[in-house]
C-alpha cells in the first residue's frame, strides 16, 4: 500500500516545549516537502528537501527545523521558538525527474499548542 | 512575487450544474499549473495539470482551461454533485526551484441537492 503516512493525527502540546512531527513516503520520491495551514490561509511551505541529507527553507521556516537521513523520511520538528505553532501541518512528495511534479500528500497533523 | 487568487471562498450550486472556479495570478510565467481537492482535515489530492501550451484538458467531468495571456486557469465540474463538495486549490510551480508549488488560498465548493 503506497503513499505517504504522517502521525500522529493530533497533537496537544504545553508552550515551551519542542515537539516532531513524523511524515514517511514509501513513493520512492526523492523530493519532500511540509506545509503549514492555517484557516482561510493557502499552504504555505516551510521545508522542502530534495535530496537525502540536503534541504532548503521555505517561505515561513522561522522556529522550525527538519532532518533528511534518509530517502523515506522528512521529520518536521517545531520548536519553542515558533510564536503560533498551532495549525494543520501536512507533509508531500513528489518525483523530480519527468515533467509533472505533482505531490502526494499525507493525511496530515493537527498541532494544538496551550 | 508571484500572486495567486482564486474567484471566491466560496462557492454554492445545485446538483446538476457546471461549477466553474477562477485562478488568476501575476507576476508569473507558470510553465504548467495544478488542480487539488481537499475534504476537510484531510491532505489535498492532485487531480489535473495543465501546461502552458494546452488550452483545455479534460478528466472525466473536470474541464481545466489555461489562458497564458489572461494569467487565468478555470475549472470546471460539470454534472456536479454533492460528493464533489470540497475546497479546491490551485497551485503554480515556483522559481527555479524544481517541483516546487505555490498554492492559491482555494475555493470552498458547496453542491446541494
Known amino acids: 500500500d503506497g503513499g505517504i503516512t504522517q502521525s500522529p493525527k493530533y497533537l496537544f502540546r504545553k508552550e515551551g516545549q519542542n515537539v516532531t512531527l513524523s511524515c514517511e513516503q514509501n513513493?520512492?520520491?526523492?523530493?519532500m516537502y511540509w506545509y503549514r495551514q492555517d484557516p482561510g490561509q493557502g499552504l504555505r511551505l516551510i521545508y522542502y528537501?530534495?535530496?537525502?541529507?540536503?534541504?532548503q527553507k521555505g517561505d515561513i521556516a522561522e522556529g522550525y527545523s527538519v532532518s533528511r537521513e534518509k530517502k523515506e523520511s522528512f521529520p518536521l520538528t517545531v520548536t519553542s521558538a515558533q510564536k503560533n505553532p498551532t495549525a494543520f501541518y501536512l507533509c508531500?512528495?513528489?518525483?523530480?525527474?519527468?515533467?509533472?511534479?505533482?505531490?502526494?500528500f499525507g493525511p496530515g497533523t493537527r498541532l494544538t499548542v496551550t | 512575487s508571484q500572486k495567486i487568487e482564486q474567484n471566491s471562498e466560496a462557492l454554492n450550486i445545485q446538483e446538476g450544474k457546471t461549477a466553474t472556479l477562477t485562478c488568476n495570478y501575476t507576476?508569473?510565467?507558470?510553465?504548467?499549473l495544478q488542480w487539488y481537492r481537499q475534504d476537510p482535515g484531510r491532505g489535498p489530492v492532485f487531480l489535473l495539470l495543465?501546461?502552458?501550451?494546452?488550452k483545455e484538458k479534460r478528466k472525466e467531468r473536470l474541464k481545466v482551461t489555461f489562458d497564458t495571456t489572461l494569467k487565468q486557469s478555470l475549472f470546471h465540474i460539470t454534472a456536479s454533485q454533492p460528493a464533489d463538495s470540497a475546497t479546491y486549490l490551485c497551485?503554480?510551480?515556483?522559481?527555479?526551484?524544481?517541483?516546487?508549488?505555490?498554492f492559491g488560498r482555494g475555493t470552498q465548493l458547496t453542491v446541494w441537492p
Open positions: 508531500a512528495s513528489s518525483p523530480t525527474s519527468g515533467s509533472s511534479y505533482e505531490q502526494y
Open positions: 513513493l520512492n520520491h526523492d523530493a
Open positions: 528537501s530534495q535530496i537525502v541529507n540536503d534541504f
Open positions: 507576476n508569473y510565467s507558470p510553465a504548467y
Open positions: 495543465i501546461r502552458e501550451n494546452e
Open positions: 497551485a503554480l510551480p515556483g522559481g527555479s526551484t524544481l517541483g516546487r508549488l505555490y
